[in-house]
């Protein structure tokens, strides 16, 4: 059973991941035909490439180091102090990294513009926005999206640190100071570089922030001039190539400079009799200055874009503002209204999640439970094949699609059309389900298996019986996160999307843009709404069927 899916996997990721990345890569050092070899070194010295590229590097470098300082308190408080045993509030700081980052970066910039939320609050702070428009802006939000990620890492990696090694240098006479800096820091390191190097390649290879933010101060980065060169006229997919090629060197870059990190700060702290993580009781001065450290970060970074959002939904005529009576549903209304694109774009973004959420349950299950255990090349060139997409930035992944797929769109007439959008979005997010399902076939005692067969179950009957069951959670979980993200994705969507056709976030995107606000914030509250619901329907459906 095994070997007869193994081939047809094999063939199939070939074409939906292989093909389009081989394809991008040969795009980039060919022009008309003919193989050049300097084009891609030409994109890279030229004017315009190289400021969107340092403007890349700079954004990464800066996100990476403001996330750090966001997120260091947090993961100390939050992992050796008594307000670990507030365990909501590790739920509650993964509302910014859930929250999609244009959706945020439109409530910042409705918050702080000219005659903005804040002015209108305070007129005092009128002439804010000259602060933050600028690259600093853009830090700001890009780091309160990606904090949360940087607090799971610092977190469980300070959890991991045992005590005692802290409890030996204060015996031995060392100083807090001396004893963070020669014995914590040392080994956060290793967890530290992941999640640096992962807040640094998401950063680079981030649309949503550079194209609603950044373009607003002028500023272009890596994303938005390859979005600009694969969709605008003169369309110049071979430029568009040359930068993702560029982009996917320095990403497998800094993920070489990692993994070198890494390795050389590895310590081995935990014995056999294993550690305790000792909470230390909270001093007054501790309780008052941690309760105003989380609330002010709550504020910030959920409390601000969510406000904006929410108000300007509400707000009724927009020159009027926060004023008394300039509120209603009216912006709602209209949204649901058939005159309007908003059911369309809802039920478009509905049906095409779905569907592609269901392909990658089925495809991903099949390439886990197929390659589970298995060690031949096929094997682990198909499981290589399925998690690839989550190691590329997604706006390469998409050019390399659209440039092979309207190579052989003569034979094959997908592109420019709603199946483009779906295998695009299966594509991309593919390796969700393949990690939740090969996760729990790691921790299954294969000896349910083995009594399978010693009672002469076929190998399909005891995928179907034993195997399906077991996994069906990592399944359902692999959907789940498949669909809420491709509800909300905005890459893939503006940029594959046929003519005419629109899904929530192009909708949200072109009602902002065109300065129907209001029409806009209210289909992204929809958004957020609808998501976070599905959310909670199949958590309480998985712990129902949860084994």
Same mark, same amino acid.
């Given at each position: 059973?095994?070997k007869s899916l193994a081939i047809p996997l094999l063939i199939l990721l070939a074409v939906m991941v292989a093909f389009p990345i081989a394809t991008l890569v040969f795009r980039s050092f060919t022009f008309e035909g003919q193989l050049q070899s300097g084009l ?52 509650? #700081? ?17 918050? $702080? ?20 428009? $600028? ?11 990606? #904090? ?69 101060? *002028? ?12 969709? #605008? ?56 200055? *941690? ?58 973004? #509905? ?6 959420? $269901?392909?990658?349950?089925?495809? &991903? ?20 094949? &399925? ?42 997010f593919l390796p969700y389900t393949i990690q939740y399902v090969g996760g729990i076939l790691t921790q299954m005692n294969n000896h349910l298996i083995q009594a399978g067969r010693v009672f002469g179950a076929t190998d399909f009957y005891v995928k179907r019986k ?52 209001s029409l806009g914030m209210s289909m992204a509250v929809i958004c957020v709404l609808c998501t976070t619901l599905v959310l909670l329907v199949l958590n309480q459906y998985t712990k129902k069927v949860s084994l």
């Open positions: 059973m095994r891609a070194a030409t994109s890279l010295i030229s004017s315009e490439s190289r400021i969107s590229i340092l403007n890349s590097l700079k954004l990464g470098f800066w996100v990476v180091i403001v996330s750090t300082l966001l997120a260091y308190p947090l993961a100390h408080l939050l992992s050796k102090t008594a307000f670990a045993r507030h365990t909501w509030l590790s739920i509650v #700081f993964l509302i910014p990294f859930m929250t999609p980052p244009y959706i945020a970066s439109m409530g910042w910039i409705l918050f $702080t513009q000219k005659r903005g939320l804040l002015s209108q609050m305070i007129p005092a702070l009128q002439g804010v926005e000259q602060y933050f428009f $600028t690259f600093g802006g853009i830090v700001l939000v890009m780091s309160l999206h990606s #904090f949360p990620f940087m607090l799971n890492f610092l977190k469980n990696a300070m959890m991991n640190i045992s005590p005692n090694l802290d409890e030996a240098g204060a015996i031995l006479g060392a100083s807090r100071a001396y004893r963070t800096r020669r014995l914590t820091l040392p080994l956060l390191t290793s967890g530290y570089a992941i999640g640096a190097l992962l807040v640094f390649v998401k950063t680079l290879s981030e649309y949503g922030t550079p194209a609603t933010l950044g373009l607003r101060i *002028g500023m272009e980065f890596f994303t938005t001039q390859i979005h600009r060169k694969a969709s #605008f006229m003169p369309v110049d997919f071979g430029g568009a190539a040359r930068l993702s090629t560029i982009l996917v060197g320095i990403c497998i870059t800094f993920w070489f400079l990692q993994n070198t990190i890494s390795n050389h700060t590895s310590y081995a702290t935990l014995g056999q009799k294993g550690s305790r993580n000792q909470l230390s009781k909270n001093s007054l001065r501790v309780s008052i200055s *941690g309760w105003t450290y989380i609330i002010l970060l709550l504020i910030v970074s959920i409390g601000i874009p969510y406000f904006s959002i929410i108000m300007t939904s509400l707000i009724k005529i927009r020159g009027y503002g926060l004023r008394a009576g300039n509120y209603s549903l009216q912006a709602y209304q209209k949204l649901f209204s058939i005159e309007t694109e908003g059911l369309r774009a809802l039920w478009n973004s #509905f049906y095409l999640s779905a569907i592609a959420a $269901t392909l990658a349950a089925i495809l &991903g299950t099949s390439i886990a439970l197929t390659t589970h255990n298995k060690k031949g090349n096929s094997y682990k060139t198909i499981q290589a094949l &399925g998690l690839l997409p989550e190691m590329l930035p997604n706006i390469v992944l998409v050019i390399g699609m659209m440039i092979f797929w309207n190579l052989i769109s003569r034979w094959i007439p997908l592109y420019n059309t709603q199946g483009m959008l779906i295998l695009a979005y299966l594509v991309m034993i195997l399906l069951p077991l996994v069906f959670r990592g399944t359902l979980a692999g959907w789940m996160m498949t669909f809420i993200i491709c509800f909300r994705e905005l890459v893939a969507s503006s940029l594959v999307l046929p003519v005419g056709y629109v899904t929530v976030s192009t909708y949200i995107l072109r009602e902002f843009e065109q300065g129907s606000v």
